[in-house]
């Protein structure tokens, strides 16, 4: 039982590239999350989706953008990456009734040059 | 909005207790969970409390006071595995659903010998 894979799990790019992160559940979980962690900051939510085919803003959604067409698949894309990208980025995916606690994949650590 | 507010570093000794408080400003809350990190690691949930009160998980405790936006989770014998990064983590107004937590910016245990 995989839970949350992330892929890739390490990724560097240049400034301007673009590129997406793939978020997969296996335990048919109605929403999905992606967050990125800095340093001395926690997680913070950049977006979101309670069911297959709809995403939500969260608390840092500039520079990207998500999509979610399978129940099991959240991807996460940055159009132009820029330095203030660099961050490890978490999925997590929960159940949608009460609260759920949420399950967190092993992580994607990015830079970006 | 959410704000939350813990120790940023709490050391102790195996075999003692540790409580690591914390307290929110929040413009809608529906309860406080608490996640574990280790390092280079995906958070886990530990405990979550939607109402007043203490509840246990083994050697981990979480308590919530509503009225006093406060709470904390006590670990008691400690042992050198408990190293690791504690975030708490506000459950917002469901309502357009989502499940959504604002995370604390965390607090790094350190269990000594």
Redesign the interface.
């Known amino acids: 039982n995989a839970g949350v894979t992330q892929t890739p799990k390490f990724r560097v790019l240049k400034t301007g590239q673009s590129m997406t992160l793939l978020c997969a559940q296996d335990m048919n979980h109605e929403?999905m999350?992606w967050?990125r962690q800095d340093p001395?900051?926690?997680?913070?939510?950049i977006h979101?989706s309670?069911g297959e085919g709809t995403t939500?803003k969260?608390?840092v959604p500039d520079g990207y953008n998500v999509s979610r067409l399978k129940k099991q698949n959240f991807l996460l894309g940055l159009e132009s990456a820029a330095p203030s990208q660099t961050s490890v980025y978490?999925c997590?995916s929960?159940r949608?009734q009460g609260?759920?606690?949420?399950?967190?994949?092993?992580?994607t650590r990015l830079s970006i040059l | 909005g959410q704000s939350l507010e813990q120790p940023s570093e709490v050391t102790a000794v195996e075999g003692a207790i540790v409580q690591i408080n914390c307290t929110y400003q929040t413009s809608g809350f529906y309860g406080l969970s608490w996640y574990q990190q280790h390092d280079g690691g995906a958070p886990t949930f530990l405990s979550y409390n939607g109402l007043d009160g203490l509840e246990e998980t083994g050697r981990f405790s979480s308590f919530l006071s509503r009225s006093d936006s406060y709470g904390y989770l006590l670990l008691q014998e400690l042992q050198m595995k408990d190293s690791a990064s504690y975030f708490c983590a506000v459950r917002e107004n469901p309502t357009g659903g989502g499940n959504k937590l604002t995370f604390g910016t965390g607090t790094q245990l350190k269990v000594e010998l």
């Open positions: 929403y999350y967050y001395g900051m926690g997680l913070r939510l979101y309670v939500a969260g608390e978490f997590a929960s949608g609260h759920q606690p949420q399950h967190f994949g092993d992580g």
